[in-house]
């Protein structure tokens, strides 16, 4: 061995560490950006050696794609904003997964035109590589179309929908198994790419927008799959290991979404969930409420004893987070307790509210999930709710009849008061009424997030 081969191996294990590490440390906020800079670490220890291997014989190509890849990579990170997190995680899944199925066709052909034999093995790696990856690649174009509403949102269905799809798809792993099992005509494989490419539009077509989020993280937990394919054709550990961290995590992550949704994944799937939200929009009833200026709010959480905030998508929207540091700073000045409860899908990405809560400043011990601050509400003088809706709708947990029944939610209605900060009565994300709204005891403060919340703040009696 050479002692470049040293070099990269020796670089390839810091990268697998790191990026193992990684996985471990996003787990909590408190060490989440030492997780983010690990994985950085872990990615460029990656290509550092994968660069130092002996089979790269020339940079120029690698240099033009590198400055092409910046060129595109570095403003969307930049330019795109905090909500559009999903659709961007879903563009860099269609170029991962492009990448991977890329790589599987030059390999494929490689192997066609030196007439090598092939082992099954290697062969039934690049099939699940180039299946996975073209696949990945056009459901997650679809999903960032869907996203960015440039492509219609609503589920498309058609009668026997899912028997065609799964038709495609059966005929699509029977080439795929042709491939394996013996050498195939030439019209085998690019009739193969076509169905993959095929299939993920058609995988996408019936999933409404606002299962996109969870859809995505199947989708990354796909083109990980594919990548450790490409990781077990090319002999590649580093590969492998990356990849397979990439696809478990994928797919915890949606287990974990739907079941806070309280939805199965054949209901994601096959569901047409935004069907529902389209109809429901128009049953917002015209039932009174109580509602109140920031001066009434200021005076109740001042007095009051214990406050439990409730975030939701209206406060990332509003980017109220650090008015909101402020009322908090305000009334524990004062001496009231003031927690904050995560519902594990509000905002519209899994961990949307601790990012945004941890960008003000927000300590970390605060910050409570569903399950361990559920029982606190009795005893709270006062539910702050700021821009959530559908994670604390009192429906969920009575109404059959309702597409979010059965969804776990933050029993915000058990406390003394509830105040609601948004701007008008209209409904969240599943687009239906709420009737924690309604209540005797909630009081609605209609206005913008941010503004209602920094009026709030100006409003709250002097503390000497
Ligand atoms: P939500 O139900 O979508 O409600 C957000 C509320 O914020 C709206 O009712 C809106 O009312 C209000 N709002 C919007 N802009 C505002 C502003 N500038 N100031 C004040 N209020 C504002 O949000 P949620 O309670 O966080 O629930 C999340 C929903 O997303 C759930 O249905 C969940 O299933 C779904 N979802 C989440 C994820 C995830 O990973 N987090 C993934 C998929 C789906 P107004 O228009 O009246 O202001």
């Known amino acids: ?166 038709a495609l798809l059966v005929f699509a792993v029977s080439l795929g198994i042709w491939m394996i099992v013996e050498p195939t005509p030439a019209w085998v494989f690019p009739t193969f790419t076509g169905l993959s490419l095929l299939f993920g539009v058609l995988l996408i077509l019936p999933i409404g927008g606002g299962d996109m989020p969870t859809v995505i993280a199947l989708l990354n937990s796909y083109a990980g799959a594919a990548c450790a394919a490409m990781g077990f054709a090319l002999g590649n550990r580093l590969l492998i290991i990356a990849g397979a961290v990439n696809a478990s995590s994928g797919f915890i992550l949606s287990v974990i979404m739907c079941k806070a949704m309280n939805r199965s994944f054949a209901n994601v799937l096959f569901g047409a969930f935004g069907q529902v939200q389209a109809g429901a929009v128009a049953h917002t009833t015209q039932k009174p409420v109580h509602s109140a200026t920031p001066e009434d709010a200021a005076e109740i959480l001042a ?26 700073d305000a009334l524990t000045k004062r001496g009231v307790d003031v927690q904050f409860a995560i519902h594990p899908v509000a905002g519209r990405m899994p961990g949307h509210m601790n990012v945004l809560l941890a960008e003000a400043d927000i300590p970390y011990d605060r910050l409570h999930e569903m399950e361990d601050i559920n029982p606190d509400f009795a005893e709270a003088d006062v539910a702050l709710v700021i821009g959530a809706n559908d994670v604390v709708n009192p429906a ?49 403060l209609f206005g913008d997030a941010k503004g209602f919340v920094g009026e709030i703040v100006k409003a709250l009696p002097n503390t000497n």
Do not use: C
């Open 396 to 444: 969920a947990r009575h109404d059959t009849t309702s597409p979010i029944y059965g969804m776990p939610i933050l029993d915000v209605d058990k406390a003394h008061t509830v105040m609601v900060i948004k701007r008008s009565m209209n409904p969240g994300f599943a687009g239906i009424d709420n009737e924690l709204y309604y209540m005797d005891r909630t009081l609605m």
């Open 303 to 328: 007095s009051a004893r214990k406050v439990i905030v409730v975030p939701g998508y209206g406060m990332a929207v509003a980017q109220a987070q650090h008015k909101l540091r402020e009322l908090t």
């Open 1 to 166: 061995m050479t002692d470049a081969g040293g070099v990269w191996q020796a670089a390839y294990i810091v990268a697998a560490l790191s990026i193992v590490l990684s996985i471990k440390w996003l787990a909590s906020p408190v060490t989440a950006r030492r997780g983010v800079l690990s994985g950085e670490i872990g990615m460029l220890f990656a290509v550092v050696g994968t660069l130092l291997r002996h089979e790269v014989v020339s940079y120029q190509w690698i240099v033009i794609s590198f400055a092409i890849g910046a060129a595109i990579g570095a403003p969307l990170a930049y330019l795109m904003p905090m909500t559009a997190v999903p659709q961007l995680t879903a563009l860099s899944h269609a170029f991962g997964a492009f990448a991977a199925a890329l790589v599987g066709t030059a390999e494929y052909y490689r192997y066609v035109s030196a007439g090598t034999p092939v082992t099954g093995f290697t062969m039934g790696a690049l099939v699940i590589e180039t299946v996975l990856g073209y696949l990945t690649f056009t459901a997650s174009i679809l999903a960032f179309g869907k996203l960015q509403e440039l492509v219609p949102t609503r589920p498309l269905t058609y009668r026997g929908q899912n028997f065609v799809n799964l």
